[in-house]
């Protein structure tokens, strides 16, 4: 069995987000998508709600756990059985910054690799920093988020 890891921050989980896991999930038999808790960044929405969030934006796609965790990605991919770490990209520098990470994670996990992906050019410019700057100043943010995603924003802000 094929099995991917999507992780991310997901804070929130955006439409360019969900468009990288869709694709995932049609490449591979099993995709974990994880919360990782980086605990150098402050969050904006908790764990809790992030990876409701998730579930929500995922549960169509029956191949897809949602998940959380607060390691090493590599260690949840070698304790999880997965091969392969899927990764967006928007632009050079975010493609530049996911060679590294692969590069360090296959490091400490030989057999891991890595497949980024470019985002779709009408979801480039969508990100979480961008998002959450909309719903902040009460602009129009829901197009952008996957389906469900938005009232459990409206819910715990």
């Given at each position: 069995?094929?099995t ?10 955006t439409?360019g987000?969900?468009n ?7 490449m ?6 994880t ?10 929405f ?7 969030m ?5 549960k ?8 959380t965790n607060?390691g ?10 997965i ?6 990209a ?22 891991l ?5 470019p ?8 990100s979480s ?8 100043s009460?602009e ?10 938005a009232d ?6």
């Amino acid at each position: 069995m094929r099995t991917a890891l999507v992780p991310g921050s997901f804070d929130p989980p955006t439409a360019g987000h969900l468009n990288i896991i869709e694709r995932a999930s049609a490449m591979f038999d099993k995709v974990y998508v994880t919360v990782f808790i980086n605990a150098d960044k402050t969050p904006r929405f908790d764990v809790t709600a992030r990876l409701e969030m998730l579930k929500a934006a995922c549960k169509h796609l029956d191949n897809v756990i949602c998940d959380t965790n607060d390691g090493m990605l590599a260690d949840y991919c070698k304790n999880k059985g997965i091969q392969t770490v899927v990764k967006g990209a928007r632009n050079a520098a975010d493609f530049e910054y996911e060679a590294k990470m692969a590069h360090i994670n296959r490091g400490i996990n030989p057999e891991l690799d890595t497949v980024i992906l470019p985002a779709e050019s009408a979801l480039e410019q969508i990100s979480s920093t961008l998002l959450y700057e909309m719903i902040k100043s009460g602009e129009n943010f829901e197009k952008y988020l996957p389906d469900g995603v938005a009232d459990i924003i409206k819910r715990v802000i």
